[in-house]
């Protein structure tokens, strides 16, 4: 069975959906200090992903970040971002480009194209960091590497199919071919970041989506199965050996590891809660790692500050409305929160630092 894995709650929900408003938008462009990038995804096919900037200093978002400072949007459907070198790179899927800007200043320095003249678009999904290399996976069964100081890119890599989430654990790349759009894959690829080939594909569950990767040389991945007759699977990997070493079946969105423990999101329609789960057998501390009297609608995306511990949730609430980010430490009290408006569905948060 066929899934558009991209926003599929908003597909089914767009019609009356209103879109953003030009004079909505704040014009006020502060100067970027200590605080977060939120990436805003916006809806499909409307064009309309913001950047938010959080001031840690003074309290206050301020969105539409980017159109701000270079008086131009971002595109439709921003997947990922990502802090790297000084510079902030940020995957626009529908629009087939990846922005490259400033992280102090926001001003783009260069669009890479991920378009095709006689073909398809390449669909850029996630971006993850190696050496000097930002990696991005596109959903034209590849992975590119892209040198993050010629912002060229050097080599393209087959894998799997529809390759969603990537992590980099040693001198290798893993990447969930999750086969949405093309008839669903079950596997992960083993990418040898020195050769830069494909060594290997394991087998890990229908549909693989979302990654983690651990100090211990193991990687987690959820696997989304077919939304009906199959169910949903959290596995681990040992990265070293390439096997499989743990399997349960348990629904994921996002996964992210630190300190010993994997902070998951609900499954692939989305929860209000957010799970902290042991990485042996994956039980849950608790039935909800927040605590007091929080109002999580659509747990969307998890970031967490490994310097601080601070574990960030973006809400997307009905996929209609306003989106939300909350910042708790790592005990679940809550710590800010704060409104992306008029940005839709954020899903990624960024840390700035001086």
Not at 128 to 136: E, S, W
Not at 280 to 292: K, P, V, W
């Amino acid at each position: 069975m066929k899934k558009f894995r991209i926003l599929l709650p908003l597909v089914v929900m767009m019609a009356g959906m209103a879109s953003c408003k030009k004079d909505d938008v704040k014009t006020e462009t502060p100067l970027v200090t200590t605080g977060v990038y939120v990436l805003n995804e916006g809806l499909l096919n409307d064009g309309n992903t913001t950047l938010t900037y959080y001031d840690f200093g003074t309290g206050k978002p301020v969105t539409d970040y980017f159109a701000n400072v270079n008086g131009k949007g971002l595109g439709d459907t921003g997947n990922d971002l990502l802090i790297y070198g000084g510079k902030m790179y940020i995957v626009m899927n529908v629009t087939s480009h990846v922005r490259v800007a400033e992280v102090l200043t926001a001003k783009s320095i260069k669009t890479i194209d991920f378009t095709n003249g006689n073909g398809p678009d390449r669909q850029p999904r996630n971006i993850v960091a190696y050496k000097n290399k930002v990696i991005v996976s596109s959903w034209d069964n590849s992975v590119s590497i892209i040198d993050t100081t010629t912002l060229e890119v050097e080599k393209v890599i087959t894998v799997g199919s529809n390759p969603e989430q990537m992590v980099v654990s040693g001198d290798k790349l893993f990447v969930a071919n999750g086969g949405g759009l093309s008839g669903l894959d079950s596997t992960i690829s083993v990418v040898s970041l020195t050769t830069y080939t494909e060594q290997q594909k394991i087998k890990v569950g229908l549909n693989p989506y979302c990654m983690a990767a651990d100090s211990a040389n193991n990687i987690y991945i959820g696997c989304n199965g077919d939304y009906g007759a199959v169910g949903p699977k959290l596995v681990k990997v040992n990265a070293i050996t390439n096997s499989v070493v743990k399997s349960v079946d348990t629904a994921v969105g996002k996964i992210r590891y630190f300190d010993g423990y994997l902070y998951a999101t609900g499954g692939w329609l989305g929860s209000k809660y957010v799970r902290k789960l042991n990485t042996s057998d994956f039980s849950q501390t608790s039935a909800s790692f927040t605590t007091g009297d929080v109002e999580i609608q659509y747990a969307y995306g998890i970031d967490i500050d490994v310097k601080t511990g601070d574990v960030w949730i973006t809400d997307a609430k009905n996929f209609r409305n306003t989106g939300e980010v909350f910042c708790f430490d790592k005990n679940g009290a809550k710590k800010r929160n704060f409104s992306v408006t008029p940005g839709l569905n954020p899903n990624t948060v960024a840390f700035i630092r001086q």
